[in-house]
Protein backbone atom coordinates (compact mmCIF):
# COMPACT_ATOMS: atom_id res chain seq x y z
CA UNK A 1 0.00 0.00 0.00
CA UNK A 2 1.42 3.45 -0.80
CA UNK A 3 1.80 6.01 1.84
CA UNK A 4 -0.52 8.81 2.60
CA UNK A 5 -0.45 12.19 3.55
CA UNK A 6 -2.31 11.66 7.12
CA UNK A 7 -1.15 15.99 8.21
CA UNK A 8 -0.95 18.15 5.32
CA UNK A 9 1.06 21.79 6.38
CA UNK A 10 -0.90 21.20 9.32
CA UNK A 11 -0.06 23.63 11.99
CA UNK A 12 -2.33 23.13 14.89
CA UNK A 13 -2.46 20.02 17.61
CA UNK A 14 -5.16 17.18 16.53
CA UNK A 15 -5.61 14.43 14.49
CA UNK A 16 -4.67 14.13 10.67
CA UNK A 17 -6.97 12.07 8.36
CA UNK A 18 -7.67 8.77 8.71
CA UNK A 19 -6.98 5.70 6.67
CA UNK A 20 -8.86 2.71 6.01
CA UNK A 21 -6.87 -0.16 5.36
CA UNK A 22 -9.76 -2.37 4.22
CA UNK A 23 -7.90 -5.20 6.19
CA UNK A 24 -5.83 -5.99 8.79
CA UNK A 25 -2.17 -4.70 8.87
CA UNK A 26 0.63 -5.29 11.38
CA UNK A 27 3.98 -3.05 10.61
CA UNK A 28 3.30 0.54 9.92
CA UNK A 29 6.11 3.41 9.10
CA UNK A 30 5.22 7.23 10.07
CA UNK A 31 7.56 9.65 8.37
CA UNK A 32 7.27 13.64 9.56
CA UNK A 33 8.42 17.04 7.77
CA UNK A 34 7.90 20.16 8.51
CA UNK A 35 8.62 23.99 7.00
CA UNK A 36 9.76 26.87 9.59
CA UNK A 37 11.45 27.27 12.86
CA UNK A 38 9.04 24.84 14.92
CA UNK A 39 8.47 25.21 18.45
CA UNK A 40 8.74 21.76 20.46
CA UNK A 41 6.17 19.51 19.09
CA UNK A 42 5.52 16.04 18.29
CA UNK A 43 3.69 13.72 15.61
CA UNK A 44 1.94 10.61 17.05
CA UNK A 45 1.39 7.57 14.83
CA UNK A 46 -2.05 5.87 16.09
CA UNK A 47 -3.76 2.70 15.27
CA UNK A 48 -7.10 1.55 15.45
CA UNK A 49 -9.37 -1.80 15.13
CA UNK A 50 -12.46 0.11 14.87
CA UNK A 51 -12.00 3.72 13.86
CA UNK A 52 -13.45 5.13 17.46
CA UNK A 53 -10.65 4.39 20.08
CA UNK A 54 -7.04 4.56 19.61
CA UNK A 55 -4.33 3.76 20.23
CA UNK A 56 -0.34 5.87 19.88
CA UNK A 57 2.06 3.18 18.73
CA UNK A 58 4.97 5.28 17.79
CA UNK A 59 6.12 9.29 18.21
CA UNK A 60 8.29 11.47 16.25
CA UNK A 61 9.83 14.79 17.26
CA UNK A 62 11.29 18.11 16.64
CA UNK A 63 14.37 17.11 19.04
CA UNK A 64 14.63 13.63 17.35
CA UNK A 65 17.23 12.61 15.11
CA UNK A 66 15.27 10.36 13.25
CA UNK A 67 11.73 11.94 11.60
CA UNK A 68 11.32 8.21 10.27
CA UNK A 69 10.24 5.64 12.44
CA UNK A 70 8.50 1.80 12.02
CA UNK A 71 6.33 -0.47 13.92
CA UNK A 72 5.90 -3.98 13.78
CA UNK A 73 3.19 -5.95 16.22
CA UNK A 74 -0.26 -3.85 16.80
CA UNK A 75 -2.58 -5.44 14.11
CA UNK A 76 -4.72 -2.26 13.00
CA UNK A 77 -7.53 -1.35 10.32
CA UNK A 78 -7.19 2.34 10.87
CA UNK A 79 -3.84 4.38 10.61
CA UNK A 80 -3.42 8.15 11.25
CA UNK A 81 -0.95 10.77 12.20
CA UNK A 82 -1.84 13.31 15.74
CA UNK A 83 -0.06 16.45 16.28
CA UNK A 84 0.65 16.94 19.52
CA UNK A 85 2.18 20.79 20.78
CA UNK A 86 1.85 23.92 19.02
CA UNK A 87 4.62 24.35 16.38
CA UNK A 88 4.27 27.32 16.08
CA UNK A 89 4.77 28.98 12.76
CA UNK A 90 6.06 25.52 11.12
CA UNK A 91 3.57 23.66 9.01
CA UNK A 92 3.94 19.99 9.65
CA UNK A 93 3.73 16.81 7.04
CA UNK A 94 2.87 13.47 8.31
CA UNK A 95 3.60 10.17 5.91
CA UNK A 96 1.88 7.11 6.70
CA UNK A 97 2.27 3.49 5.20
CA UNK A 98 0.95 0.08 6.17
CA UNK A 99 2.13 -2.99 4.88
Do not use: C
Not at 18 to 41: A, C, N, W, Y
Not at 55 to 82: H, K
Amino acid sequence: MLPFKSLDAANTAGPGAVRDLEELRKEHTIQMSFTGVPDPFSVYLQVSLDGDRWTTVASVSTGSNAPLMTVAGPYARYVRAYLVGNPGNALVTALVVSV
